[in-house]
């Protein structure tokens, strides 16, 4: 059974940064791509940033291109969202995503989810 744990979330101003991290157990870390997705409460859930198996791959939202950055550190089975440029719009509770598919996770179709942290910008 894969758990994702996220952490990082919290409080920042508009213009300011976080780094969100996702620690996965339970399977083999290298053998999933990863994802974030994000939702504010009463509308859908958004894609926000993919990662392939390899790390060669990473996909955004439109949104958010240019200002986020995913990245995998498979030694310690942590994924990373640097968050950078923030805006109020931005706010919104985080979930991490695994997934042995890229395109599963970015059609928002992954197997595995986290609980969620709570990213809120301050205009």
């Known amino acids: 059974q894969v758990q994702l744990v996220e952490s990082g979330g919290g409080l920042v101003q508009a213009g300011g940064s976080l780094r969100l991290s996702c620690a996965m157990s339970?399977?083999?870390?290298?053998?999933?791509?990863l994802g974030w997705f994000r939702q504010v409460p009463g509308k859908d859930r958004e894609f926000v940033a993919a990662?392939?198996?390899?790390?060669?791959?990473?996909w955004y939202a439109d949104n958010v291109k240019g200002r986020f950055t995913i990245s995998r550190d498979n030694a310690k089975s942590l994924v990373y969202l640097q968050m950078s440029s923030l805006k109020p719009e931005d706010t919104a509770n985080y979930y991490c995503?695994?997934?042995?598919?890229?395109?599963?996770?970015?059609?928002?179709?992954?197997?595995?989810w986290g609980k969620g942290t709570l990213v809120t910008i301050s205009s």
């Open positions: 995503t695994a997934d042995h598919s890229s395109k599963d996770i970015r059609d928002g179709r992954a197997s595995y």
């Open positions: 339970g399977r083999t870390f290298r053998g999933h791509a």
């Open positions: 990662i392939s198996i390899t790390g060669e791959g990473t």
